[in-house]
Nanobody
């Protein structure tokens, strides 16, 4: 099983991007889907997560600006990012987690700069 993240790019401050993450192959019992990010020289941090029942959790720094959603039938997770700031610049990674399962995408670069 591989996760493929897409949708990153260069955007001006205040702009928007939508990240997508799809799984290749059949996967089962994924309880939590999430997005993490890692800026140069920093650790990888949780940005947002969503359970299979739809409960969401956000890092304080993105609350009110980012929205996570998932399509269980398609095994996909999305991250809508609005009002982007330069400090959102990082490589964004998707993650699918379940009992005995922990899958990571390859990362997609998001750069917020004028």
């Amino acid at each position: 099983v591989q996760l493929q993240a897409s949708g990153g790019g260069l955007v001006q401050p205040g702009g928007s991007l939508r990240l997508s993450c799809a799984a290749s192959g059949r996967i089962f019992n994924i309880r939590i889907m999430g997005w993490y990010r890692q800026a140069p020289g920093k650790q990888r941090d949780l940005v947002a997560s969503i359970t299979n029942s739809g409960s969401t959790n956000y890092a304080d720094s993105v609350k009110g600006r980012f929205t996570i959603s998932r399509d269980n039938a398609k095994n996909m997770v999305y991250l809508q990012m609005n009002s982007l700031k330069p400090e959102d610049t990082a490589v964004y990674y998707c993650n699918f987690w379940g009992p005995g399962r922990d899958y990571w995408g390859q990362g997609t670069q998001v750069t917020v700069s004028s």
